[in-house]
């Protein structure tokens, strides 16, 4: 009867410290990714999932944290029930088990902030692509050429984090993001 623990955030440069740390639960296991909750197509998500057994308890922080669509989020949740897994949310106080016998309240309570966490996510991308379109207009956005980001010398970050520039100066100087320096140097 294992104890894991599923955390996520966004992106690398994003803290996963204040998630799960004060349930006084010592698990057994620890799957987390820094990956968008806009699908689940996540390393760590995908561990987990196959780590996970029938008696097992799969402790989350928050529903978002999980999955950002009702409709994955429901996936989820009904093959982990299926395995036989309780699915512990923490910040919600909610928990599930016993695939089929679930109390109505506490899932209705679930779609619908399930269905949040969706149009939270929809709107972040209605944000962005108005961010997008501003700076088009101002003739300062750099697209990404196919879908993939340009190829920063890692090298080169390096040798400037080895002199002691910063991050943010390094990614202004070779004209790449800050996650993207901060990527180079963790590799």
Request: positive net charge.
């Amino acid at each position: 009867m294992a104890q894991a623990a599923y955390i996520r955030v966004s992106s690398t440069d994003q803290n996963t410290d204040r998630q799960l740390a004060d349930t006084g639960i010592k698990f057994d296991k620890i799957f987390e990714d820094k990956a968008s909750g806009g699908s689940t197509d996540r390393p760590a998500l995908t561990a987990c999932l196959e780590y996970l057994r029938d008696g097992d308890t799969l402790h989350v922080h928050s529903i978002d944290r999980l999955a950002r669509s009702l409709q994955d989020l429901q996936g989820l949740i009904d093959t982990l029930l299926t395995k036989g897994v309780t699915v512990r949310f923490h910040k919600e106080g909610l928990t599930f088990q016993n695939h089929g016998t679930q109390d109505p309240f506490a899932k209705l309570l679930f779609q619908v902030l399930g269905s949040f966490a969706e149009f939270e996510r929809n709107i972040i991308r209605e944000r962005q692509r108005e961010g997008i379109e501003k700076a088009k207009a101002a003739g300062v956005y750099k697209a990404r050429h196919g879908g993939r980001a340009k190829s920063v010398d890692r090298a080169k970050v390096k040798q400037l984090r080895d002199q002691g520039v910063p991050f943010r100066k390094i990614a202004d100087q070779l004209g790449c993001s800050l996650s993207s320096v901060q990527r180079c140097l963790a590799e």
